[in-house]
């Protein structure tokens, strides 16, 4: 099969490699509809993240089910099935909680490189949802988006505790930002100020419900915040960049009694005790337990409530996924689809 690998900052490549088979009975291996290029890929390839060997690359996808080993009841060959960046079993006791990202069996899928033909996802049944039917080509967007992107801009709004009626900052205008953006309007806040000063990305956080556009950042973007806020700071903040400076950003546009959600992989992140101590400030946050809101993201895509794929400004056939990177990383595009 065909897929991309990542050989040295910058340097991405399609390549043929090994078809994925079963390798445990709990495996399943699936074919990919589509799949898509990550802001976190980015980390690799801007040399942030070491790349010491050529490794796969990609951790969504969306696809349909062509084998399955011997152990795997619920999931059938034929199903389109989505599935998060990490296998959880969705039986341990963490999994139960709503934490299948610290599985106690956790594997990353993102291993086996999903920006490529086929894909072996561990643990089937519990990591992988089936759709009610197979959707039509127009849906793929928006289920891939579900895959990592809007499941983590979803878990940042619900461990910023976004209630209807209250108000909300997101600080990222990533496609995990703009989709926290969609999921704080879902959950009912009454006002969201999307931090941004990119014109196509305010558009668009706007679409998805912004009601306010903050462009200035560090202490003037707190600043700004204030003042939209009777200077009390906002009731939820969503932090989707993973920097000390949108951290603190985060944390000090939040109001002391709210909760800040952090989605952006943490890159070098120091927080002061004692400023964190004396915000009255709760923190949730880490890689996105995707998987327990995956059936109710589907629901609301299957009905057509919510639209997320418009997060993909860039579409091109995984030949080019090399230009894909790229665009990324040039800031050209937001978000890079893949066509199989
Ligand atoms: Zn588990």
């Given amino acids: 099969m065909r897929g991309a690998v990542i ?10 490699r090994e078809n994925p088979t079963i390798q445990a009975p709990t495996d399943a291996v699936i074919r990919m509809s589509a799949t898509c290029v990550c802001g976190s890929d980015l980390w690799d390839y801007r040399g942030i993240n070491p790349v010491t060997s050529p490794t796969p690359m990609g951790h969504e996808y969306v696809g ?6 011997s152990h795997v009841t619920t999931i059938t060959p034929g199903q389109f099935v989505i599935g998060s960046f990490f296998a959880s079993d969705n039986t ?3 999994c139960r909680a709503g934490f299948q990202t610290s599985c106690v069996h956790r594997e990353f899928v993102g291993a086996g490189g999903a920006q490529a033909e086929y894909l072996r ?22 289920l891939l988006a579900a895959s990592d992107v809007l499941g983590t801009g979803w878990f940042g709004a619900v461990a910023a505790d976004v209630q209807p009626g209250k108000t909300v900052v997101v600080v990222g205008d990533g496609a995990v930002g703009l989709l926290a953006v969609l999921a704080a309007r879902e959950l009912g806040a009454e006002r969201i100020i999307a931090m941004s000063r990119h014109e196509s990305r305010q558009k668009l956080a706007t679409e998805f419900g912004a009601t306010d556009i903050v462009t200035e950042r560090g202490n003037e973007g707190v600043a700004r915040i204030k003042d939209l806020t009777d200077g009390l700071g906002a009731h939820s903040v969503i932090e989707a960049v993973g920097t000390q400076e949108s951290i ?8 002391p009694g709210s909760a800040a959600g952090y989605v952006g992989v943490s890159h070098d992140v120091q927080l002061p005790g004692e400023e964190l101590f004396y915000s009255h400030v709760r923190l949730l946050g880490g890689p996105a337990p995707v998987r327990r809101f995956l059936p109710d993201l589907i629901d609301r895509i299957w009905t057509g409530t919510i ?8 579409t091109l056939p995984l030949a080019d996924v090399a230009e894909g990177y790229r665009a990324m990383d040039e800031r050209r595009a937001i978000k890079t689809l893949l066509t199989l």
């Fill in 64 to 69: 349909i089910v062509e084998e399955v080993g």
């Fill in 7 to 16: 050989h040295a900052p910058g340097d991405v490549r399609l390549e043929t």
């Fill in 248 to 255: 603190m950003q985060a944390i000090r546009s939040a109001r």
């Fill in 92 to 94: 341990c006791e963490i």
């Fill in 307 to 314: 639209n997320p794929g418009k997060v993909f400004d860039l």
């Fill in 121 to 142: 996802v561990p643990l089937a049944d519990g990591t992988l949802v089936a759709t009610p039917d197979v959707p039509d080509a127009t849906m793929i967007p928006s």
